[in-house]
């Protein structure tokens, strides 16, 4: 691999981890808080787009139907997280699986809670 100036020995040996850590910036693998938090606003956004059928336009988007939609959009949403973050850590010594299952669990706790309280 050819390294811009400045990077790597000047001998002929490849890029190290290091270097290439370097010329990226922030490697993938210390992400997860970040990932976390796009997975927490996008269930948020998913809600806030659901509870506007609940509350602005109930004649047009039963409540059976929004709670529907809300569940199911939740599960994949959950399985996307969970797959961004495993495939993030493949080859690394990390592991996420105390955060992944805690955020899970609690946006499940919160579907339930929300799809049993809102719109009713």
């Excluded at 992400?31 to 956004?45: Q, R, V």
């Excluded at 109930?58 to 929004?66: D, E, L």
């Amino acid at each position: 691999m050819t390294l811009p100036k400045g990077f790597g020995s000047s001998g002929a040996g490849g890029a190290s981890s290091s270097d290439v850590e370097r010329m990226i910036g922030r490697r993938v693998e210390n992400m997860t808080g970040m990932i976390t938090i796009s997975y927490i606003a996008a269930w948020l956004a998913t809600f806030g787009g659901t509870a506007a059928g609940y509350f602005y336009y109930p004649w047009a988007y039963p409540t059976n139907s929004g709670h529907y939609a809300f569940i199911v959009l939740t599960i994949i949403e959950a399985i996307g997280y969970l797959f961004c973050v495993k495939v993030m850590e493949e080859g690394s010594k990390k592991n996420s699986n105390g955060i992944v299952a805690a955020v899970i669990g609690a946006t499940a706790v919160g579907t339930v809670i929300i799809s049993l309280y809102v719109g009713f």
